[in-house]
């Protein structure tokens, strides 16, 4: 029999697929599921369990939450990417480490085909594909809920004729939990003018106390909060522990699709929404002029092109390198106040903070300079719009 690597969730979908890969078009079907950091230890044993109840030849699960973070989230922080100005790519961003996952274990096993369960409707479509399509050239590509253009209950009517009878019914919100947020999805959304009711949130609010922290970041990373030591990805956790409870990081997006429709999701995402936030205020202390410009401009360049599939394009891994050579000295704490719905930065330490003093105090002191100065500075300055202003004056 051809192997087949199904990327595999334990959702509905990717159930359907099993059955139909197997018993329609002859495949033996892998499932792989790729953990990014959104996986919980008993969910996981659940999603092996059901994958071997519907029969899968193997299951296997690609731990790739330490690879997924320095290939893709470290980029994400030092671009200050908010999709919109809102959206911190908390699904989007991880497809990519899925899809290459899936592409690197398929190669691996000598698969003849790769599959995920994808609709014919959304974004992950394009990004998976694109994915297989450059990293395992020439293998057999299947998505047939998109193939076969099926409804929910089609699929469910097709599982109960193969002897698969498990609760199908679906939870009111559609909720992807990542290293990097949380997306929500469900009527609202669909719509332009309802926001998502308190129901609809993963985590429930509790915290109602004001609380200060502080964030230590080594060269753009962040490396621990309150003086604690701690490695990015536990960083990040850490935080979204602290943080979420207040209700800190709830938004809904609303952006234009790979396809071409505007689409709009909920998400949660207190810790990516924080570290951007206040990585980009140590930048602004720590980083000049040009570079804060030349970053606003690269950085959203980089955030679009991976939400819209383009990761493997070799121009990402120069904007990487340009982004990452900015990070030097971008160290530092930040003080962060966490209160109910909302967070305050307070200000940063660094031993590399322009700010500085010696060369006077913005409105109050100059040291560098004299009157005399400005003023001779100011008249060049003015130099080339006197003379359009003139000539322009001359012709009117």
């Not at 290939?71 to 899809?99: C, M």
């Not at 369960?117 to 998505?143: H, K, W, Y």
Request: proline fraction near 3%; charged fraction near 20%.
């Amino acid at each position: 029999m051809k192997k087949v690597v199904l990327a595999y969730s334990g959702g509905l979908d990717t159930s359907f697929c099993v059955k139909y890969l197997g018993q329609e078009l002859g495949y033996e079907v892998h499932a792989a599921l790729v953990q990014t950091g959104g996986f919980l230890p008993e969910e996981l044993a659940l999603i092996e369990a059901r994958a071997n109840l519907l029969g899968v030849a193997s299951y296997t699960c690609l731990n790739t939450t330490t690879k997924y973070y320095q290939e893709v989230v470290r980029y994400l922080i030092a671009g200050n990417v908010l999709k919109n100005n809102t959206y911190p790519l908390s699904v989007s961003a991880e497809r990519i480490a899925q899809a290459k996952a899936i592409a690197e274990y398929a190669i691996e096993i000598g698969a003849d085909a790769i599959a995920h369960g994808s609709t014919g409707a959304g974004n992950d479509q394009v990004r998976f594909d694109l994915a297989f399509q450059i990293l395992c050239p020439g293998m057999e590509l299947i998505a047939p809920i998109r193939s076969l253009s099926l409804s929910r209950q089609a699929e469910i009517d097709y599982l109960i004729e193969k002897g698969v009878v498990l609760d199908w019914s679906k939870a009111k919100y559609s909720v992807n939990k990542g290293l990097w947020g949380t997306s929500v999805g469900g009527a609202e959304t669909l719509t332009s003018h309802l926001y998502l009711p308190e129901e609809a949130w993963p985590t429930t609010k509790t915290a109602s106390q004001e609380q200060d922290i502080t964030i230590e970041f080594e060269k753009g990373e962040p490396r621990g909060i309150n003086g604690q030591t701690l490695g990015p990805i536990e960083t990040i956790r850490t935080l979204q522990a602290i943080a979420q409870p207040y209700g800190i990081g709830r938004d809904i997006h609303v952006g234009d699709t790979i396809i071409g429709i505007k689409g709009r999701v909920g998400f949660e995402a207190a810790a990516p929404l924080i570290l951007i936030k206040a990585h980009h205020l140590l930048e602004k202390h720590t980083l000049s002029k040009t570079q804060l410009s030349l970053k606003e401009t690269l950085g959203s360049q980089y955030g679009t092109m991976l939400h819209e599939g383009h990761y493997l394009e070799p121009a990402m891994r120069d904007l990487e390198i340009y982004l990452e050579s900015t990070q030097a000295k971008v160290t530092g704490s930040v003080g962060v106040r966490l209160m109910p719905n909302h967070f305050v930065l307070l200000g940063i330490r660094s031993p590399y903070d322009l700010h500085a003093t010696i060369h006077g105090s913005y409105g109050e002191a100059n040291i560098a300079w004299t009157g005399q100065d400005v003023q001779g500075f100011t008249k060049i300055m003015s130099i080339s719009t006197t003379i359009s202003r003139q000539v322009a004056s001359q012709n009117t």
